[in-house]
């Protein structure tokens, strides 16, 4: 009898198929976040609807928008990154065409993951001042994950980027 116990108890012990424990939950798919704004380096502005995108000289003789980024769920920190300005009047772009593979500022306690100060040039200003367009930005991380963000405003001069 006790050896009998013994071989029951055993066999209960290793499970004889049955359920086994609640099964693991896949590890969460992280999806990027971007945000779309301006600034010089080291600075980011959110841009409301209807707000001003300031067109600056430039010091090599050409012209831009400041463009910032913030991003969250961002893995690893360097994503490709694609700028365009576009008339709403008629959907022409007016900037040059901008994708880059850059790496993003880590998020501190104050604010998420940056990218500062990307020079998005507009090579015929008159096509651009004065009129309503989309700033969108989209980045692509490692994996192929994606996200994109736009902002409308209206472009007038600023000052020169140069001294």
Do not use: I
Not at 104 to 110: I, M, N, S, V, Y
Not at 112 to 140: F, K
Request: proline share 10%.
């Amino acid at each position: 009898m006790p050896r009998l116990l013994c071989v029951t108890t055993a066999a209960w012990l290793a499970g004889c198929g049955g359920e086994s424990g609640p099964a693991e939950e896949p590890p969460a798919e992280r999806t990027p976040r971007v945000a779309v704004g301006v600034g010089r380096p080291g600075q980011y502005a959110p841009v409301q609807p209807g707000d001003t995108l300031r067109l600056q000289r430039g010091c090599q003789g050409s012209q831009h928008v400041f463009v910032s980024l913030q991003a969250w769920s961002l893995e690893p920190l360097t994503a490709t990154v694609s700028l365009s300005l576009t008339r709403q009047s008629d959907g022409q772009r007016v900037s040059l065409p901008y994708q880059l593979r850059l790496p993003f500022e880590p998020a501190t306690e104050q604010r998420p993951a940056m990218l500062s100060g990307l020079l998005l040039v507009v090579p015929e200003p008159s096509e651009a001042l004065g009129e309503r367009v989309t700033l969108e930005a989209r980045l692509e991380d490692a994996g192929g994950q994606s996200a994109t963000a736009s902002r409308e405003g209206v472009v007038q001069w600023g000052p020169d980027a140069c001294p």
